[in-house]
Structures are given as structure tokens and as C-alpha cells.
Nanobody, 125 residues
Framework: QVQLVESGGGLVQAGGSLTLSCRIT?????????MGWFRQAPGKEREFVAA????????YCADHFEGRFTISRDNAENMFHLQMNSLEPEDTAVYYC?????????????????WGQGTQVTVSS
């Protein structure tokens, strides 16, 4: 059984930084998998933030996060992270980590078959 657990959320002031982490446990073929971060603000749809292939260096990031958010992985620890810099109040949301083990677009949330419970990020002004 695959389990994903996020950590690192919390309260941060605008302009600050925060690092989210996702730990993967259970059976999964990570060599062909994609890991991703999504977020969902109140009243909004869950949106794509960033994704990274477990093997290789293929990475993806939504345009409006480019330069502020960086996704990375630690293969030995079965973890991946989201480094968030220059945070704004508009970044306030529940952030979810997810893993895609099937085909499909990395931007499509429906393509991810495993999800964490989410971690709250609140950015104050």
C-alpha cells in the first residue's frame, strides 16, 4: 500500500520561505513514476504547482511559480520536496503531494494515483 505524508506546512510572513516535504512508503515503481505538488485554496480548484520525474531530470513547473518554487527529490530517502520562496498571501492553500505511476499529462491531477492528506500553508501580510 502506497502512502504519502506531507510535512513542513505552517504560517509564514509574506516574502518568506518554506519547504514542504513528502515521504513515500509502500510499494511503487518509482523508476517510471512522476511526483507532483498541487495546491487548493478556499473556493478554488486544485491546481498544479510542480512535478518531477523520479528518474532523470525532467521537471515541470507552472509558469506563475517559475523562479519562486523549486521541486526536488531525495531518491535514497524516498522523499521529494517543494522549496517555496518569496511567498505571497495568494499562496495560502492546502498543498498536496502526489505520485503518478500511470501515463498521462503531469499537469492533470486525474493522472496521479496516490495522494497525501495535504499540509496547510498560510502566508500572512
Amino acid at each position: 500500500q502506497v502512502q504519502l505524508v506531507e510535512s513542513g506546512g505552517g504560517l509564514v510572513q509574506a516574502g518568506g520561505s518554506l519547504t514542504l516535504s513528502c515521504r513515500i512508503t509502500g510499494s511503487i515503481n518509482l523508476s517510471i513514476a512522476t511526483m507532483g505538488w498541487f495546491r487548493q485554496a478556499p473556493g478554488k480548484e486544485r491546481e498544479f504547482v510542480a512535478a518531477l520525474a523520479w528518474a532523470g531530470h525532467s521537471s515541470y513547473c507552472a509558469d506563475h511559480f517559475e523562479g519562486r518554487f523549486t521541486i526536488s527529490r531525495d531518491n535514497a530517502e524516498n522523499m521529494f520536496h517543494l522549496q517555496m520562496n518569496s511567498l505571497e498571501p495568494e499562496d495560502t492553500a492546502v498543498y498536496y503531494c502526489a505520485v503518478r505511476s500511470l501515463g498521462g499529462s503531469v499537469y492533470w491531477k486525474g493522472g496521479y494515483d496516490s495522494w497525501g492528506q495535504g499540509t496547510q500553508v498560510t502566508v500572512s501580510s
